[in-house]
C-alpha cells in the first residue's frame, strides 16, 4: 500500500520557484522525522533537509536560504518551497519519513517527482 505521495514536480525556467508536497499515511507521518532528498543522473541520493515532529529543521548548505521545509501536522503533509531554482537543482526529489514507532524503525519512500530548472 501507498505510503508516501509527493506532487508538485515541474518545469520551470532559473529563478522560479516551486513547492512539493508529500502526503503520508496518518500512523507513520505522526512518529516520523520527515526528509526531503533529491537524486540527479548519475549521482548518489542527497539529502535536503529535514524536520522533526516538534519542528525541529535542518538544510544541507547548498539550498541553505532557498529552499523551506514545513510540515502541517493537521494535513499529514511535508512540504518543500524552493525559490531561486538554478539548473542545477534538477532531479527527481523525494520525501522520506524515518519512522520510529513503538515496535519498529523503518524508512519509507515516495515514489519521487521529477523537478527540471531551464536556463
Known amino acids: 500500500q501507498v505510503q508516501l505521495v509527493e506532487s508538485g514536480g515541474g518545469l520551470v525556467q532559473a529563478g522560479g520557484s516551486l513547492r512539493l508536497s508529500c502526503v503520508a499515511s496518518?500512523?507513520?507521518?505522526?512518529?516520523?522525522?520527515m526528509g526531503w532528498y533529491r537524486q540527479a543522473p548519475g549521482n548518489q541520493r542527497e539529502l535536503l533537509a529535514h524536520i522533526t515532529e516538534g519542528g525541529t529543521i535542518n538544510y544541507v548548505d547548498s539550498v541553505k536560504g532557498r529552499f523551506t521545509i514545513s510540515r502541517d501536522n493537521a494535513k499529514n503533509t511535508v512540504y518543500l518551497q524552493m525559490n531561486s531554482l538554478k539548473p542545477e537543482d534538477t532531479a527527481v526529489y523525494y520525501c522520506n519519513a524515518a519512522y520510529s514507532g513503538p515496535y519498529s524503525k523503518r524508512g519509507y519512500w515516495g515514489q519521487g517527482t521529477q523537478v527540471t530548472v531551464s536556463s
Open positions: 496518518r500512523i507513520i507521518f505522526s512518529s516520523s522525522v
